[in-house]
């Protein structure tokens, strides 16, 4: 069977026969939660379900769940995280271990909702100047601190039946603007950024998947890092990043021009799957004729990826939400 290299959310909480049928010719790679596609437990596990059914295969489910702001499923259904910042402000030492127990925690509610995949741990590295709608996601502003919490993060997703997506390579930190809105500027000079924000990267090169940002590095390339043939081959050779890698949503303002030609750019510069989230029709076509099916290099890095999915290691959830709290109540 053909898969199209791109992953689409859908509109609602529910498939509609449109949906289902295009979703069933067009063979997405993946699909991608969000909150407006979120009711309660039931309701969404049968969502994963019709999704999986729709393409007829174990098709990889995303979500955007960091815990604190970045959380689509939320109380009362599911448990409420402090943003990472705040909580590894507040446990200082313990940290990894904090970091690991929340991922655990949140691997436990995903798999049971038959999510198999999380867009973290963020290896983006913290400055002063870090725009407020990544400052208290990040884990540290430390190569050391951010690449340990990393490890932690992405562990406790794994041992819980899911896979992590590292995110935002090459780095996102010197972002003083929303990529969601416009592009960030990046003017540091290789030999910095190659000491700090890579850096984080190529420690974390390991884990089986990525996600671009879009963020110009105007001493290396004045495009996006997304269609960027030298920044994708910079993450790919000098990272030492060879594994499935995925843009951040192509819809977002940061990037300029079509759908069809960013998708197109995209994968030309190196970026594997082409990621869209709102789930509009139209858009989605587009990606598709822009896109067509997995390259034989993406094919075999999807492999690699999708081999890493395991049945979750056995833990007692309670036990580790009362060692997890056991730390917070310790640090308040």
């Known amino acids: ?5 791109y992953i689409f959310g859908c ?3 529910e498939l ?31 969502l994963t379900s019709e999704l999986r059914k729709s393409v007829g295969r174990e098709v990889p489910i995303l979500i955007d769940q960091e815990g604190g702001r970045v959380q689509r499923m939320r109380s009362p259904e599911w448990r409420e995280h402090l943003p990472a910042l705040e909580l590894l402000n507040m446990v200082g030492e313990l940290g990894a271990r904090a970091m690991y127990l929340r ?17 973290g741990p963020l290896a983006d590295i913290l400055t002063s100047q870090t725009h407020k709608i990544l400052f208290n996601r990040c884990y540290g502003s430390d190569v050391s601190s951010v690449v340990e919490i990393s490890k932690a993060v992405a562990l406790g997703l794994q041992d819980g039946g899911v896979l992590p997506v590292l995110k935002h390579i090459p780095g996102y930190g010197r972002a003083v603007v929303d990529g969601h809105e416009t592009l960030p500027f990046v003017t540091e000079p290789y030999d910095i950024l190659s000491q700090t924000d890579f850096e984080s990267f190529r420690q974390l090169s390991y884990l089986p998947m990525a996600m671009t940002a879009h963020i110009s590095y105007t001493d290396i390339d004045a495009i996006p890092a997304t269609i960027s043939r030298k920044m ?10 060879n594994n499935l890698i995925m843009t951040d949503d ?18 030309e510069a ?14 989605m076509e587009e990606v ?36 997890l709290s056991n730390y917070l109540g310790v640090c308040r």
Request: proline content about 2%.
């Open 1 to 5: 069977m053909q898969v199209g290299c």
């Open 11 to 13: 509109m609602g909480p």
């Open 16 to 46: 509609s026969l449109n949906e289902i049928d295009f979703f069933s010719e067009v063979q997405p790679w993946g699909f991608i939660i969000f909150s407006r596609n979120i009711i309660n437990r039931e309701q969404l596990y049968r």
């Open 103 to 119: 991922s655990r925690i949140i691997a436990s509610e995903l798999y049971d909702v038959g999510i198999d995949v999380n867009c």
């Open 232 to 241: 994708l081959t910079l993450i790919r050779e000098d990272i030492g990043f």
């Open 250 to 267: 192509i819809s977002m303002g940061a990037l300029q021009g079509s759908l069809s030609d960013l998708s197109r750019l995209s994968l």
């Open 270 to 283: 190196g970026c594997d799957l082409v990621l869209h989230c709102n789930g509009r029709f139209t858009e």
């Open 288 to 323: 598709v004729y822009a896109c067509g099916y997995l390259s034989d290099q993406s094919k075999l890095r999807s492999e690699v990826a999708l081999s890493q999915r395991q049945s979750p290691k056995f833990s007692s959830i309670k036990e580790l939400e009362e060692e």
